[in-house]
């Protein structure tokens, strides 16, 4: 990674790491209303400056003590199996598994072919660019829709953000959705005419990946939250043999992505992005929760930080440039964006888009979560408010991997959507953006006159519990 053009400072509303005044609830609620125990800290500036560097010292590396054991969660769930109660929905050699290194040096097998797709919410509401951009690259990849993946309609939200945004939710729903999702990947190819666990579940949001990894531990170890979640499960008829079906592998997309990255870039990459200057922001879902799951790469960042996303941006080519508030939330927070949004905004504002602006030149940031794209995409605009104009086009990976690839920038990419705007991004890629959208509304005239172009055929999408 290239070090900033500036030296690294401490970026917030007052510019030099204080906190910002003006969040504390006088009637003693706390900040923001979210209870007494979220209360000023009341650091002088001088202090605020020392805590955060002290932060980013112990952040910036591993500094986990990789000596210490920890369980690893999936060797007691082969116990559960051997004692008959569990299933597990194993990867096998058809899924063409890809091993890769997680933060404790354990392997975890990322599955490659044969691929359930657990979509997204947020993405499907809000950046619809996101996964057709992932299934355009499977398809350009030669992978066969119905055979290679499946993108079924059979699936529900994963309700984490109920949980983690209301406190509404409890674990045993959570659990129960987790599996009920879970037992229609494995059971999912027998309508096409093959056996249970031919495909095998690909998690599109961040926000899905980090609870269900928290939901598996759960499960596997509390014996009383399996026998509660079972009966659910069985009225559901989402048993099999009266047992629960458990992934071997929690998968997110961007670990496909990082697995995939090569052959991306050598089969099918048709644009030069070495002038691009790029900035990644990775979800805290994906590798601060259950954070012994996340991917680390000896040849990415020389193992020190998470490898996905970096790692397909360097094997497109382009300048990954370092930034100091790389380790920071993107404000979304679950919480705050329900209940105190002008939080949100601010953070994002302050803590992101303004360093990546200032620090690194960012052309992009790319991110790997609905929650991170949705916020810094979608807030920007509240910045001139306070006349912050400093705008960075924001995307996914896999987004930024497509438009490399030739994927047009309103069919698949659909950057139109985005509320932070790319057309200078796109532009410096090599790409008209004028031509594209005009292209783009003369295709919109085919679609009201019916000719349809479909990236998956739309009868594959009707999936139902066997």
């Known amino acids: ?147 290679d993946y499946l993108d079924e309609t059979d ?38 005419g093959f056996d249970a666990g031919h495909f095998f579940p690909l998690v599109h949001c961040g926000t899905s990946f980090g609870n269900y990894k928290e939901i598996r531990k759960y499960l596997i170890e509390s014996a009383e939250l399996r026998e509660k979640v079972k009966k659910i499960l069985g009225k559901l008829g989402r048993l099999v043999d009266g047992k629960l079906v458990i992934p071997e592998e929690i998968v997110h997309y961007s670990e496909w992505v990082h697995v995939m990255r090569n052959r991306i870039a050598s089969e099918l990459q048709k644009i030069d992005v070495s002038n691009i200057r790029v900035t990644a922001h990775v979800a805290c879902h994906y590798y601060k929760m259950v954070h012994e799951d996340a991917v680390y790469d000896a040849d990415v960042l020389g193992g020190n930080r998470t490898a996905i996303i970096t790692s397909v941006a360097q094997a497109l080519g382009a300048q990954v440039i370092d930034y100091s508030t790389w380790y920071d939330c993107c404000g979304f927070g679950f919480r705050h964006i329900i209940s105190e949004r002008e939080f949100t905004r601010s953070f994002t504002m302050d803590r992101k888009i303004r360093v990546a602006r200032e620090e690194a030149n960012a052309d992009v940031m790319l991110a790997n979560d609905t929650g991170c794209v949705t916020t810094m995409d979608k807030n920007q605009w509240i910045g001139k408010t306070h006349e912050q104009n400093f705008q960075v086009p924001i995307m996914a990976d896999i987004q930024f991997a497509a438009l490399a690839c030739g994927a047009d920038p309103f069919k698949i990419v659909q950057l139109q959507w985005h509320a932070s705007p790319c057309e200078d991004l796109v532009e410096k890629m090599g790409i008209s953006w004028s031509e594209t959208k005009k292209r783009f509304q003369e295709y919109l005239k085919e679609v009201e006159q019916g000719n349809i172009e479909y990236l998956y055929n739309p009868e594959l999408a009707y999936g139902g519990a066997q």
């Open 1 to 147: 990674m290239n070090p900033t053009d500036n030296t690294p400072g401490n970026h917030n509303a007052n510019g030099d790491g204080a906190t910002k005044p003006g969040f504390h609830n006088t009637d003693g609620q706390g900040i923001a209303g979210h209870g007494s125990f979220f209360q000023e800290t009341n650091l002088s500036r001088e202090e605020a400056v020392k805590a955060t560097d002290w932060v980013r010292k112990h952040v910036d590396r591993r500094t986990v003590d990789l000596g210490d054991r920890m369980d690893d969660i999936r060797e007691h769930m082969w116990e559960l199996e051997r004692e008959g109660e569990i299933i597990v929905h194993r990867i096998t050699d058809a899924h063409k598994p890809m091993t890769v290194r997680t933060l404790f040096g354990w392997e975890k097998k990322i599955p490659t072919n044969q691929l359930w797709h657990h979509k997204s919410c947020g993405q499907c509401g809000n950046i619809p660019g996101y996964p057709t951009s992932l299934l355009w690259t499977m398809n350009q990849l030669g992978m066969q829709p119905g055979r």
């Open 155 to 192: 699936q529900t939200s994963c309700t984490a953000w109920n949980y983690h945004g209301s406190g509404i939710g409890n674990v045993e729903s959570l659990a129960a959705v987790f599996l009920r999702n879970f037992h229609q990947a494995y059971i999912s190819g027998k309508q096409h």
